[in-house]
Nanobody
Framework: VQLQASGGGLVQAGGSLRLSCAASGRTFSSYGMGWFRQAPGKEREFVAAISWSGGITHYADSVKGRFTISRDNAKNTVYLQMNSLKPEDTAVYYC?????????????????WGQGTQVTVSS
């Protein structure tokens, strides 16, 4: 599976962005998917995850109520809608795929990674 993240950019605090992650391969619909982010000088951290069917989602406490993860298996794409953005959300955002669909939060639980897209939130 190859993953391509897009949709990042510069936005003012309080604004919104929607990230997309397009996947290649016929097995996408059976994989759990996740979004992670990494700020300069910090470790990569979990943001959100979604089950293969889209029926189960899981969020980091820092984004709960502001971010929404979703997927369209017909389009082989997973999304991250980010609302009420804060300067502390500034990071490179990565999508990742888990062949075992476990909805876990650790980076080592994911088998495939996209290249990342930069999100910058100005105050």
């Amino acid at each position: 599976v190859q993953l391509q993240a897009s949709g990042g950019g510069l936005v003012q605090a309080g604004g919104s962005l929607r990230l997309s992650c397009a996947a290649s391969g016929r097995t996408f619909s059976s994989y759990g998917m996740g979004w992670f982010r990494q700020a300069p000088g910090k470790e990569r951290e979990f943001v959100a995850a979604i089950s293969w069917s889209g029926g189960i989602t899981h969020y980091a406490d820092s984004v709960k109520g502001r971010f929404t993860i979703s997927r369209d298996n017909a389009k082989n794409t997973v999304y991250l809608q980010m609302n009420s953005l804060k300067p502390e959300d500034t990071a490179v955002y990565y999508c990742a795929a888990d062949r075992l669909n476990r909805l876990r939060t650790g980076i080592y639980d994911y088998d495939y990674w996209g290249q990342g897209t930069q999100v910058t939130v100005s105050s």
